[in-house]
C-alpha cells in the first residue's frame, strides 16, 4: 500500500473497474465482496463481472466494452482503481484483456492484474486506516537503526601488518 502511494498511486474514492473473466477468477472475487461493500466506492464492471455482482445483489455499474463506455469512463477519471485479471491462455482473452489494461495504464489509472494481490490490496483498503498513513525512509524500517558504513582508508590498510 505505502509502495503505491509512494509512487504516485491514490486511495480509490472515485470509482473501482472490474472485468474479472471465468468462473474461477469469480469465485475468487467472492472472497472479496464484503471488502468493496466496505469500501463505499462505486463499482463499474464489465458484462461477465456485472452479472456475477448483480447474482451476488452487489451494485455496480454495468459498462460495454463494445460500445467504447469503459475508454470513457477511464479517460473521463470516473475510476481510480482498476482490476482486470484474465481468465486463462486463450488468445482472445489476453487480446480483450490487454486493450483493458493498456487503457488503464494510459489514463494513468491504478492496474492490479492478479488475484491474489487484488485481495491484499482490497483487504488492506477495507481493513486499515489509511489517513495518517506513514511514509519513512527505507533505512528506518531495518531493524529501526540507521546503518552504518565501514569506512577504511587505503593507509590503514597499508599500515595494518598480517
Same mark, same amino acid.
Given at each position: 500500500?505505502? /509502495?503505491? *502511494? %509512494? $509512487?504516485?498511486?491514490? &486511495? ?5 473497474? =472490474?472485468?474479472?473473466?471465468? !468462473?474461477?477468477?469469480?469465485? /475468487?472475487? *467472492? %472472497? $472479496?465482496?464484503?471488502? &468493496? ?5 462505486? =463499482?463499474?464492471?464489465?458484462? !461477465? ?114
Amino acid at each position: 500500500m505505502k /509502495a503505491m *502511494l %509512494a $509512487s504516485g498511486g491514490t &486511495l480509490p474514492r472515485k470509482g473501482i473497474f =472490474l472485468s474479472l473473466r471465468g !468462473e474461477e477468477k469469480h469465485a /475468487a472475487l *467472492l %472472497a $472479496s465482496l464484503p471488502d &468493496l461493500q466496505v469500501l463505499d466506492v462505486p =463499482l463499474y464492471a464489465t458484462a !461477465e463481472t456485472w452479472q456475477f455482482l448483480h447474482e451476488q445483489q452487489i451494485a455496480a455499474t454495468l459498462l460495454h466494452e463494445e460500445d467504447g463506455e469503459v475508454e470513457d469512463a477511464f479517460r473521463q477519471q470516473r475510476i481510480d482503481l482498476a482490476v482486470v485479471i484474465v481468465a486463462g491462455r486463450l488468445q482472445r482473452d489476453f487480446d480483450q484483456n490487454y486493450v483493458l489494461r493498456r487503457l488503464a495504464i494510459d489514463c494513468n489509472i491504478h492496474l492490479i492484474t492478479k488475484i491474489k494481490q487484488m485481495r491484499i490490496f482490497l483487504h488492506a483498503l477495507a481493513s486499515k486506516e489509511l489517513a495518517g498513513l506513514p511514509i519513512k525512509a527505507w533505512d528506518e524500517y531495518q531493524h529501526n537503526q540507521p546503518t552504518e558504513e565501514l569506512i577504511i582508508s587505503p593507509e590503514t590498510l597499508l599500515s595494518t601488518q598480517v
